[in-house]
Structure formats: structure tokens, C-alpha cells
């Protein structure tokens, strides 16, 4: 009999230079569903991919000098080695940069275009001549162009329409019959209330300004803009509309795009619109999730936050950073990523409550019984209630887990943790240990606990790619067949006669004052991190785009106000800067750490105190007499309870760092502009 299907998709990444963990949120989650409904017997198709085209990309080609596609490549060769290295298992990666994808693309603009969905007309935007760019009203700041700052004048552009007015009715009610559809439900009010009820406006899908695009195959002066090019690839990637279309069929319509909470009204709005224009079914569920905030209110600012996912694996491990992004924050809420709440989490649920289980299980296996557990069992008080504990608990995940909710369903799994670990105290083995007769106990109890945990094995495995295999490892059963999710519901399932095997701790315990110390200086010479979505994709930019005359939508809230960020600072930013050139006067190390150096500076007629972290570089005496750049006006902070006043400039990879130095003498105290 063949398998239920089951489609998932991300949404495609936008290139951008740097991904930062907030961005893996979307494809971790969605990897441990994938995982999940593989292990529940699905036939799954796990879709994400690159979303490639737009004039900021064009520009940003060059700016480095590069053509588009050279530019897009390298970034996302970048992304699709972040996926491995976080063991995302996608069965397809998509670009919109791909040839099948293109084409297809093109036959969609067509067929609504003949269908009558798409028409002519003139798009009325803010120009600005210079930058050769059309703004929307809230991209503007303070009334100029968000990238050179210049004047910009209200112009027309020929561009293509898509009847997006025309589905308003059809998508209220399929919104209102259909509860799924937008989950959690308070995205479903947002987009009834801000947008569908209050009249939807045509849409530009096309435009004449840029060429990095899809070209409109009935007028080359067009290109398809971001709205059909980059919402259709989860049709495209399946054989949509191309002469092998049995994954289409197979799959569509997708069981649930995982989306940002940004980009909810795009998917619920415009995606099912053109759906219905094309006469497809619509997808099933569109899951928004919220925002993995930096330093979101309480948390203080002195605490450095790396969030490199990168860098955090090799820090951590892949699994504690998995394992973070799925159980701090439910699943649809905005939450906070700190280095120090993942430390704690590592410390505690990890190293504590997991690790140690293992650890100390293995440990009196091996004390006890050599390691093997002796086939001789006595049942005892509290068996019932550890077994009633874990005989619950698979269904419980699963209840969880179709409904997305990874968080509490890892609650509930080291709930079941915490339950064992209590019954290691209930139970005594080492007072059972002490007497011959009481060895049969001490078997069964010892069989309870490697059963508990070959079931933990078992029910992490959507969540943790590693973790699992390192368990059964230690637990003498890893290179039995591969277990089934289904034999985490029976009681017994760890075999007779099989041999423990000690190995490393799962979580070493991490120090967590020494290492937020580390993370500071880190953060220290690495400024400029990402919070929230720092970069717009088009797809965002996009969102205001509407025919000449229609009212903007300028003040409806959809989750952010993502559209109006630029990469680029002002003159005027720049000025706010107080950068001096200042001596070194004295440095010395700070007691306890290998990171932080004190620094006092002379600056002009005064002096000031820096706490620096490049002691790994330098040592104090090779700085004495140099000059270095300080930026002066910082907010004082404390590293350490060592007040510093500022920050000296330096240029740092990986591995090396230099401080900014001057290229011949100044007095200290002169201005670097
Ligand atoms: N290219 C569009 C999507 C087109 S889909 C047809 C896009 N790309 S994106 O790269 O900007 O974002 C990709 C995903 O990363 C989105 O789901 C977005 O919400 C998610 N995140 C980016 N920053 C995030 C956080 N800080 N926290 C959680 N998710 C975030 O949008």
C-alpha cells in the first residue's frame, strides 16, 4: 500500500551576506516535522530553497563587481552548507535562479495573463533618478530615497497587474470555513481584519526598472517581479506546468508552509489568490511562527550575543542549538535568544537532566553487573508508575507534534526525563547494590532505566540528529536495526544479554561565568550582529507595491514593519560617531579572565578607561605608546566590574585580530573622520 504523503515547505532564503540563527529557526522546525512524520511512517517531500532575484540583488552584484548569478552562487553555496552542517534533511532545494523553475515561472505569468488575471497599467511610484529606484511611500525616510537620501519624485511606471481585488470574497470565506488554514489563529484575525476585510488592491507583478528577473515572455521590457517568481516555487520545484509533473501530483497540495509571521499575509493572501486564479487546490495550513528577538527588553546589553549559527555549532554542538530553537520559545511566539538562556538550557536540560541519566545509568551497569543486565528481574515499587509514565508519553509527543507545538512536547519528554532521574533516588541502587539477595531488584531497576532511555532515544530524534545514535551507543544497542517510532509505545523493547559501553558525557556542563565572559569580548570586536530580519527581501520591500491611484497600506500591521530597513547609514549616522585617536598609557591583564585587557588612555587632556578583549593578541607591555582609535562617546559599560569608556577599533577573522592603529603620529584627542 503506498505511503500518506506529506509536503512541508520553508520559505526560500533570500541571499543575504550573512544568515544568522533567527534565519535557521524556520528550517530547523521545519526539519524536526519532516523528521517526525517520516518516523510516523509518511511519505514526506521537505522543500526550502533560495529566492534569487530583485533589484537589490542586482545592485549588490554590482557593487562587488560581480554579474548577479556570480553573486548569488557563493551565497548559496553558504546556505546549503549551513543546512548540512545542521543536518536539515530537505528532499529538494530549490533556486529561482533555476532553468525548470524559470520556465515555468514564464508559462504561469502566460496562463494568467490569457486567463485574464494579469492586465496592463502603470504602477505610480517614488522615483529616484540617481539610484534608477522606485520607493513606496513607508520605504521613504524623512521623505528622501532610504539609499542615497537624495530627493525622489512621484512617477508612473508601466507594469503588469495582477487581479488580486477580484479573490477578496472567495478568500474571506475559504479563511472562514476553513479554520486550519492560518495557524495560530490569531494570524487568521490579523489578516481578516488588517487587510482582507478592509479591500485588497491589484498587485504589480511586473517591472521594467531592473532585469535580474524572470523575463515576461509576451514583452521583454517586463520582468516577472517578486510575487509570482518567488510564491510559485512550491509548485515549480513538484513539475508544476512541466512535462513530468508526477510530484505535483503526488504532493500538492502542501500539508503546511512554515513561514515568518512577516510573510503570513503573503502566503494567506496573495499565494492562495493566484492558486485560485490558476484554478489549483490550496494549500492546506500555513503555519506563521514568531521572531527569535535579540536582548528582547530584559536582558542587558553588557551580555555579548554571538549569533553566528556557525560559530554557535562549533561553540556548542549541533544538537544544544537544535534543541534551544525548538523548546525555549513555543512554537508562533516572539522569544528571546540569549547566549546565556542557551547555556542554561544546556546546562540544565542537557547536561543535567539527559546527560547525566546516561551517565550515571551506564556507570552502575557497568559497577553492578559488568554491564550487562542480568535476565534475573524483581518487580518492584515505583516500576508501575516510572512505566504508566512512558506508556503515556508517546501520544502525547504525537498530539504535540501534529500541532506543531515543539516546545512542550520536549516538556514533556524531559518531564518523563525528570521521572527517571527521580527514580534512581526512589529506588537506591547502591543501597540494593550492598546485599546479594537484593540483586534481582537491582537488575530490574537497572532494566527500567536503560529501557527509559531507549525510549528517550526514540522520541528525540525529530528534534536532535545526533543525540539519539550517541545514546544507543552507550545503551550496547546501536548496531541493532534502526528502532521505529512505533516501539517507543511498547515496554521492553531494550534486549536481553546486550553489553552497556561507557563513553563521553552526551553535554559537558559548560562554566557559565567563564564562558559569557568569552562571549563578551567576542562581542566586543564583533559588533553589528543581526537583530530580528535585518535584511528586507524583495518579497517584503515589494508589499506596497499597487496600481497608480490606490490608496497605500501604509499603518496595517502584518507582524513587522520590515520593508523600511536599508543597509546603508547617513552622512548624518556617521557624524553621531565620536572617534579619537587616543595613547595607550598603562595595560594591564584583569584578574580571572584570558580575554579582557584594562586599558588607560590618554585622550587630549583627559583619561579614559577601556576594558578591551584582545589579550589573546596582545600582551600589555607591546601596547604601551601606540596609538589606537577609540570610539568615544559608547555608553560606559561594566566587563567584568570593570567600568569601560568606550571601545578601541580592530580589524578581526576567525582566528586573528588587530587593533586599528594610525599610519604616522597625531596628538591624541584629534578626531577621525
Ligand atoms: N524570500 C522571502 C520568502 C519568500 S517565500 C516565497 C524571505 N526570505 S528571508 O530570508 O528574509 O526569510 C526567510 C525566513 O527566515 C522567514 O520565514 C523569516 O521569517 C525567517 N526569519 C528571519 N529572521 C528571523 C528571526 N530573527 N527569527 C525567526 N525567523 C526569522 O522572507
Not at 529606484?133 to 521613504?140: A, G, K, M
Not at 527581501?537 to 520590515?562: F, I, L, R, T, Y
Request: aromatic share 10%.
Amino acid at each position: 500500500m503506498s505511503k500518506n504523503t506529506f509536503y512541508i515547505t520553508t520559505p526560500i532564503y533570500y541571499p543575504s551576506d550573512r544568515l544568522h540563527i533567527g534565519h535557521s529557526y524556520t528550517t530547523v522546525a521545519a526539519d524536526a516535522i519532516a523528521r517526525y512524520k517520516r518516523l510516523r511512517g509518511f511519505d514526506v517531500m521537505f522543500l526550502t530553497g533560495t529566492d534569487e532575484h530583485g533589484q537589490k540583488i542586482q545592485r549588490k552584484a554590482e557593487e562587488k563587481g560581480v554579474s548577479p548569478k556570480q553573486y548569488v552562487d557563493e551565497i548559496v553555496a553558504g546556505i546549503k552548507e549551513l543546512w548540512k552542517l545542521m543536518k536539515i534533511t530537505n528532499d529538494r532545494f530549490i533556486r529561482t535562479t533555476d532553468k525548470e523553475h524559470q520556465a515555468t515561472v514564464q508559462k504561469i505569468f502566460k496562463k494568467l495573463y490569457d486567463n485574464g488575471d494579469i492586465y496592463k497599467s502603470e504602477y505610480e511610484g517614488w522615483y529616484c533618478t540617481p539610484c534608477e529606484s522606485f520607493w513606496t511611500e513607508t520605504q521613504l525616510e524623512d521623505g528622501k530615497c532610504p539609499d542615497c537620501n537624495r530627493e525622489v519624485e512621484l512617477t508612473k511606471e508601466e507594469s503588469y497587474f495582477f487581479r488580486l481585488s477580484k479573490y477578496q470574497d472567495r478568500l474571506i470565506k475559504h479563511i472562514e470555513e476553513n479554520p486550519e488554514f492560518i495557524q495560530p489563529v490569531s494570524r487568521q484575525n490579523e489578516m481578516l481584519n488588517n487587510f482582507l476585510r478592509p479591500g485588497l488592491e491589484d498587485l504589480c507583478v511586473s517591472r521594467t526598472t531592473f532585469d535580474w528577473g524572470v523575463p515576461v515572455t509576451f514583452d521583454d521590457k517586463h520582468v516577472v517581479y517578486v510575487w509570482i517568481d518567488a510564491l510559485s516555487n512550491y509548485i515549480t520545484a513538484l513539475g508544476y506546468l512541466s512535462e513530468d509533473d508526477s510530484a505535483y501530483r503526488r504532493y500538492w497540495p502542501a500539508d503546511v508552509h512554515l513561514v515568518g509571521k512577516e510573510i503570513v499575509r503573503f502566503h494567506t493572501i496573495i499565494w492562495p489568490a493566484m492558486l485560485m486564479a490558476l484554478g489549483e487546490p490550496l494549500p492546506k495550513q500555513v503555519f506563521g511562527h514568531g521572531w527569535l528577538l535579540l536582548e528582547g527588553g530584559k536582558m542587558s546589553k553588557s551580555v555579548g550575543n554571538v549569533v553566528d549559527p556557525v560559530i554557535l555549532i562549533k561553540k556548542y554542538g549541533l544538537d544544544p542549538i537544535r534543541y534551544f530553537l525548538l523548546r525555549e520559545v513555543p512554537f508562533g511566539s516572539d522569544g528571546v535568544f540569549s547566549n546565556e538562556a542557551l547555556i542554561q538550557r544546556i546546562n540544565s536540560d542537557l547536561a543535567n537532566d539527559l546527560g547525566n541519566l546516561l551517565n550515571r545509568t551506564v556507570a552502575m551497569i557497568d559497577k553492578y553487573f559488568g554491564g550487562t543486565i542480568p535476565e534475573q528481574r524483581e518487580e518492584g515499587e515505583f516500576d508501575s508508575d516510572l512505566r504508566d509514565t512512558f506508556a503515556e508519553l508517546p501520544n502525547k509527543v504525537e498530539e504535540l507534534m501534529d500541532r506543531f507545538q515543539f516546545s512542550t512536547a520536549l516538556a514533556e519528554i524531559w518531564k518523563a526525563i525528570s521521572r527517571t532521574n527521580k527514580y534512581i533516588d526512589e529506588t537506591m541502587p547502591w543501597v540494593l547494590a550492598k546485599s546479594e539477595d537484593k540483586k534481582p531488584r537491582l537488575a530490574a531497576v537497572m532494566y527500567n532505566l536503560a529501557e527509559s532511555l531507549r525510549i528517550i532515544s526514540i522520541l528525540i530524534q525529530p528534534f536532535m540528529p545526533e543525540t539519539p545514535q550517541k545514546m544507543r551507543e552507550q545503551l550496547g544497542i546501536a548496531d541493532r536495526p534502526a528502532p521505529d517510532w512505533d516501539s517507543a509505545k511498547k515496554w521492553g523493547g531494550y534486549p536481553a544479554g546486550v553489553s552497556v559501553r561507557k563513553g563521553e558525557a552526551l553535554f559537558p556542563r559548560i562554566d557559565i561565568k567563564k564562558e559569557l565572559e568569552e562571549l563578551e569580548a567576542l562581542s566586543a570586536t564583533n559588533k553589528g550582529e543581526a537583530e530580528g530580519s535585518q535584511h528586507a527581501s524583495d518579497m517584503k520591500q515589494a508589499a506596497e507595491c499597487k496600481p497608480a491611484g490606490a490608496k497605500s497600506a501604509a499603518g496595517k500591521a502584518d507582524g513587522n514593519d520590515a520593508g523600511k530597513e536599508s543597509k546603508f547609514i547617513t552622512i548624518d549616522d556617521f557624524a553621531r560617531l565620536d572617534l579619537r585617536v587616543a595613547k595607550v598609557l598603562e595595560a594591564e591583564k584583569i584578574e580571572g579572565s584570558d580575554k579582557l585587557l584594562k586599558l588607560k588612555l590618554e585622550l587630549g587632556g583627559e583619561t579614559r578607561q577601556v576594558v578591551s578583549g584582545i589579550a589573546k593578541h596582545y600582551t600589555p607591555e607591546s601596547l604601551i605608546g601606540k596609538s589606537v582609535i577609540l570610539v568615544a562617546n559608547l555608553k560606559p559599560v561594566k566587563l567584568r566590574g570593570v567600568e569601560s569608556q568606550g571601545m578601541i577599533l580592530a580589524a578581526s577573522n576567525d582566528d586573528d585580530l588587530v587593533i586599528a592603529t594610525l599610519d604616522s603620529d597625531i596628538d591624541s584627542g584629534a578626531k577621525v573622520t
